[in-house]
């Protein structure tokens, strides 16, 4: 099982926190968002980690790494771009990784969710079906919902309706940037032309209509640190330890 932790962007809205250090090593109560991810995987069998930086921000990286604990299963990998009006989107990022790396199943994880599930979860009901999977998320604020996704699952966990962004949405099951992707359902991204290439759920969305994609959803926290409003109260969260 390979991993991608996606930590190409340039945080724009945690200016000025983010101006000299990526999102993804921003630390709430002594640890970073990135090192916070990682531990997830623990209890998996992960052969590879690859972390998908900017160029900017691409010897932060290979500093943090050096007192990483996993430091012996992770590559620093980086998609050129030193200045974020020069970004070309996750989806492209996405494709040129998976044109330039050997292909297997792969957890993609976004590096600046704060999470706690149950990986091995996804894990398992990939095995089962044979297919891949996604981390669903029960979000009340319907206004969240908006700027997120929504998703439907039918009684086998199989997701049979999604929509990025949705301006009226229909569920409030949302799918987070937490995947289980099998090799077959990469080669498809690899090879796809994308209109949309901003946004990681048109990946979801293609899939969702071209190939069989399954859920898990999960009580557990989880929240995308996206503004400093969102750091501060996961920060006070963890301080209090509520999650």
Not at 10 to 19: D, H, I
Not at 40 to 60: D, M, P
């Amino acid at each position: 099982m390979n991993v991608l932790v996606l930590a190409a962007g340039f945080g724009t809205r945690l200016y000025p926190l983010t101006k000299e250090i990526p999102k993804a090593l921003i630390t709430i109560n002594g640890k970073t968002l990135l090192d916070d991810i990682l531990e997830r995987l623990e209890g998996i069998n992960v052969s590879n980690i690859f972390i998908l930086s900017n160029w900017k921000f691409y010897n932060s990286f290979l500093k943090w790494l050096d007192r990483s604990k996993f430091k012996d299963k992770i590559r620093i990998v980086h998609n050129g771009v030193f200045f974020e009006e020069d970004k070309k989107g996750a989806v492209v990022d996405l494709q040129h990784f998976l044109k330039s790396e050997n292909i297997e199943d792969m957890f993609i994880l976004a590096s600046d969710n704060l999470l706690r599930f149950d990986l091995m979860k996804m894990l398992k009901l990939s095995q089962d079906r044979k297919k891949s999977v996604v981390a669903l998320k029960h979000i009340p604020e319907i206004e969240l919902i908006k700027k997120y996704s929504c998703a439907e699952l039918n009684s086998d966990k199989k997701v049979i309706f999604f929509e990025e962004k949705p301006k009226n949405p229909k569920t409030n099951l949302c799918v987070t940037a937490c995947y289980l992707l099998r090799k077959e359902d990469l080669i498809k991204i690899r090879d796809n032309s994308f209109v949309n290439k901003d946004n990681m759920g048109n990946i979801i969305d293609f899939l969702v209509k071209s190939s069989e994609i399954y859920g898990v959803e999960y009580e557990d926290f989880w929240t995308d640190i996206g503004s400093l409003e969102e750091l501060r109260r996961a920060e006070d969260l963890v301080r209090d330890n509520l999650i």
